[in-house]
């Protein structure tokens, strides 16, 4: 992993819980994402967690440049191939019809359940 | 709040520096659109009043609420953010964020320090022994 | 394990039970959270004092906090969002605790008794 503390203190472990993922409110999401790349750099540990919408964040296929935005799978694969874990609420996709295969593969079905674990297993919890 | 100081022991020592511990608030909405940024700052402004030691990091549109410099005879996120300064609170705004919204850092409210995600964000992140993010 | 703390978890609720943040996913886990034994601490403040007025049997975030406070977390909401509100005192579910100086209540929650804190 990169940025690895050398200070000997164990590394934060941060969850971004994102709640949106559409392109119609990809100021959150990439926001979102340039943070988890950064903490990720900077030697902490983190998780995003796609929550409500922002499950859509994770769907295969996306073309933005048709609408002239940045893609949110390019960010997101940034965060994974710097270790961070991408997990998406099960209970979420299947509300919105979706299921694990219309995602890109690095994604992480998580259930609703799994959710007050996440909480106790990571220091700071961050929404956006 | 001020410095203040301390009895240990008999002796008078300084203690402006020995904050109970630190506290990083994340807003990421721009003012009146949001509630937010109220709740962040009011947030602030107590942990300070109570001996914390707190930062506030305007993200996304939160950078906005930096530059409302003018007074208002209505409900007004600058005027709070200069009270967070005139507290000894830590406020940043993102660089990035600010240059997206083609806002003119030199417009901004004085004491308010312009960083990054890089060098402030994570930081106090990494740093802080809560963080919470305002976000409705 | 005889004399560990038990690790304690803060909800701070700012928006309505229909929210895109849907806080009543988070207060499922609050419940989850005090089934286990946990010390749970609902925080309801800004929007999140609309919460008390849906019928817990018609909306999902309220029955979880419904269930939670029957579970013995303590919920606590901020009296000056309830005014601002027009929302009755009367219409607060019973064992919730009104807050006069919800700021300062709030980090105290915050610093010194929860060890883990989600914002919704």
Not at chain 1, 14 to 29: K, Q
Not at chain 2, 74 to 90: M, T
Not at chain 3, 80 to 88: K, V
Not at chain 3, 99 to 117: F, G, S
Request: proline share 4%; glycine share 10%.
């Amino acid at each position: 992993m990169a940025g690895k503390r050398t200070d000997g203190k164990a590394p934060r472990r941060v969850l971004l819980a994102l709640h949106s993922g559409t392109y119609g409110r990809t100021d959150d999401v990439v926001g979102a994402l340039i943070l988890a790349d950064t903490l990720l750099t900077k030697g902490m540990e983190v998780t995003v967690l796609l929550r409500g919408d922002g499950v859509y964040a994770a769907l295969a296929g996306q073309r933005p440049r048709t609408i002239g935005l940045e893609s949110h799978i390019d960010h997101l694969e940034a965060a994974v191939e710097m270790g961070a874990k991408v997990l998406a609420v099960c209970e979420d996709l299947d509300a919105r019809g979706l299921k694990a295969k219309d995602l890109v593969p690095y994604v992480e079905e998580v259930a609703e359940k799994a959710i007050p674990a996440l909480m106790a297993d990571h220091d700071h919890w961050i929404p956006i | 709040m001020g410095p203040g100081r301390g009895v240990l022991g008999g002796r008078r020592i300084a203690k402006s520096t020995e904050a109970k511990g630190t506290l990083t608030i994340l807003v990421i909405r721009g003012p009146y659109v949001s509630q937010a940024p109220e709740l962040a700052v009011r947030t602030a402004i107590e942990a300070r009043r109570q001996g914390y030691s707190v930062n506030l990091f305007l993200y996304l549109d939160g950078v906005f609420n930096a530059h409302l410099t003018k007074d208002k005879d209505y409900h007004n996120p600058g005027e709070w953010l200069r009270w967070c300064v005139e507290k000894g609170i830590n406020v940043a705004m993102c660089s990035r964020c600010t240059g997206a919204r083609d806002l003119d850092t030199k417009c901004a409210i004085p004491g308010i320090r312009f960083g990054s995600v890089w060098e402030e964000l994570t930081h106090m992140i990494d740093d802080s022994d809560k963080v919470l993010t305002f976000t409705e | 394990m005889p004399g560990r703390k038990r690790t304690s978890f803060g909800f701070i609720i700012t928006s309505t039970s229909t929210s895109v943040k849907d806080p009543g996913q988070l207060l499922r886990a609050a419940l989850s959270k005090r089934k286990e034994g946990a010390e749970v601490g609902i925080f309801l403040i800004g929007d999140g004092v609309y919460l008390v007025f849906p019928d817990s049997k018609k909306d999902a975030a309220a029955r979880a906090l419904s269930e939670a406070m029957n579970a013995g977390a303590k919920v606590l909401v901020s009296k000056d969002h309830l005014d601002a509100a027009g929302l009755a005192v009367a219409r607060l579910p019973k064992g919730a605790l009104l807050v006069d100086k919800p700021y300062k209540e709030l980090v105290i929650k915050v610093m010194e008794e929860w060890d883990r804190v989600v914002v919704c």
